[in-house]
């Protein structure tokens, strides 16, 4: 699952009030101001209303364990309706979908305490069936305990496979290991219902929520809702400096919160008992606050984890072979690595500077002028002082940030010009440029990209690759070309808020790279690339077009271009890693593309069905780790800097181990090396 940051964990949805008429006065808000403000604002009609049924229902049950067919087709009668309901200000349906999933909680649970007492038969013919697509919703109120016996069935026999990959080894256990994964499963899926439904006006509050954020999404993708403390969270996410555990988590498959990412010099990694991929089970702090996180809500969770006056935290975690323990951790106020701006030097036969930006941040209340692109120009000084002779801006992984930094930074190696235009609802164009003449950089230049490079990252690409400013590498990107903007629903009471799309931007050209993503000038082979999620994986995703414009631009010659293209392309042809990448997406892309046979409940079957894929996953940890054929360094001003921070040393240290092993900065420095050759 994707890396949850402070600004996603702490996403909540203000409560809308307990009745119908406080709902429909935020919907009806909520509906006026996307009619208002959005760029391509949609009528309220069917369309609506089958897209946020069918969602809502996803949402609700996503594994189709919860309503039978006949709930399903009673809460039917609303799929055609939502959009009548908010036009006569009704929102008296969601009595409906709270009852439907009240009642369906409650038999979950009964159902649930019942199987817990019974022996599970781990030798019958009983399967699991496994689909890309949806499941219908054709579950049948009598099979309902059959199918969640299957279920934590299932569950048991996987999580017990996931312990080693030595068969005998967990088959001489099984009894002991069967009996604490059951009660653990138990323990968890009882305890996330109880939650729910003990929680007073939890149910009506997170079916609201719901309801009115998907009636966001239909609008485009990147249209949410937010309150309050969430606009306060998704603003402070692009900060640079935080109180931290030095801990970066995420959901596995089974929605459970594991260690992702430890970061170097931080908390965690000082106290030795973290590895990637532990099970983070309870959370406290020494003012009596404590939650199970298998019941609790993510946005407790996030509270406890990330709010700096919780200083001190207990984490109860379990290690991949199942043992728990409890580590306590007092929070330091770290600079968010995975947030800031950095260099090296990277060298074979010449120097070649090394810029990574992870994304565009930037003061977003004002008391500074310091952001990315300003720490990006402090960073090519240093490298220009230790005379680089080419230039890569790694933009891989980066999401995007604030569009004025993506301006400032491009119009740092562009002379003077239009770099973009951006459209409003009214189709009024807004030329945005670069009114600084001359730039900080002015050398040879490559900037890396891939399938996680978004928005800013892609207004960035764009604009080098428009004026032929340097040679764009990698994979095409994720292809979102819009603008969005916070609104409160009342300017008077900023409570609640809406992430609403009001502009879209296009290239200079007139060309949108809306869904089409940023198309490299090199493509290169990059693990995962055809089955990572990309703009137009989006339903609601706005559509590519072209325009009409008065910008006008003079892109340099691109003299060079064809020659370092064709030596690119033979030497990657010939690369051993590249061609092993390959290979590996073929194999990943069979595994993830062709349909999954059922699988019988014993635990040879499912071992064999988890271990599948342990070859696979070696050849890419292989890939992975290899070393690629240059030197880094720090720049000199850094090497002096270091010597007296220790979390900066460790940091660094990971960094570069990291960094090592990129072909992809390899081949940028093959290109940058071609070019001094080609000009001498």
Known sequence: MNKLSLAFLLTTFSLFGQNDAKTCETLSKINALLQREHYQPKPIDDSLSVFVFDSFLDALDSNRNLFTKIEYEKLCEHRLQLDNYLLQNNCSFMNDFVA?????????????????????????????????????????????????????????????????????????????????????LFDANLCQVNSILETKGRIESDLQNTFLNLFC??????????????????????????????????????????????????????????????????????????????????????????????????????????????????????????NVVYSFIAEKEAKIGYINIPSFYSNFDGNSVQGCADDVAKEIVKLQKDNIKGLVIDLQNNGGGAIQEAIKLAGMFIDIGPLSVLVDSKDQQTILKDFNRGS?????????INGNSASASEFFAAAIQDYNRGMIIGSTSLGKATMQAILPLDEKNQQDFVKVTIEKFYRVSGKSHQIQGIIPDIALPILFDSITPREDSYKTALKNDNITTKARFSPLPRTYFPQLTALSKKRVKANVRFNEINTANEQINALYNNPKKPTRLVFKDVFDDVHEIDSLWGKVKKIVESESDFTLSNTSYDVENLKFDTFQQESNTYKIKNLKNSPYLEEAIAILNDYRTLIK
């Open 100 to 184: 439907a999933y009240t009642l369906a909680l409650n038999r979950k649970k009964k159902v649930l305490e019942k199987i817990q007492k019974e022996p599970f038969d781990y030798k019958s013919n009983d399967s699991v069936k496994f689909s890309k697509k949806k499941f219908p919703f054709d579950l049948v109120a009598t099979n309902l305990e059959r199918v969640w016996k299957k279920r934590i069935r299932y569950d048991i026999l996987e999580d017990i496979s996931k312990l080693s990959s030595n068969l005998d080894s967990l088959n001489q256990n099984f009894s002991t290991l069967e009996k604490t994964t059951k009660i653990k």
């Open 217 to 338: 999404t239909y609008f485009d993708p990147h249209s949410n809702y937010f309150s309050l403390a969430a606009k306060s969270s998704f603003m402070s996410g692009l900060s640079t400096s935080t109180l931290s555990l030095g801990l970066n988590v995420g959901f596995n498959e089974k929605e459970e919160i594991v260690v992702q990412e430890i970061v170097p010099g931080g908390p965690a990694a000082k106290t030795g008992k973290f590895e990637k991929d532990d099970t983070i089970l309870a959370v406290s702090n020494t003012k009596g606050i404590s939650y199970t996180v298998s019941c609790s809500s993510i946005e407790k969770i996030g509270e406890l984890i990330f709010l700096d006056s919780n200083t001190n935290i207990e984490l109860t975690i379990q290690k991949k072979n199942g043992a728990v323990m409890i580590v306590f951790l007092r929070k330091l106020v770290m600079k968010a690595t995975n």
């Open 440 to 448: 900080v950089y002015n050398g040879p230049l490559v900037v890396l």
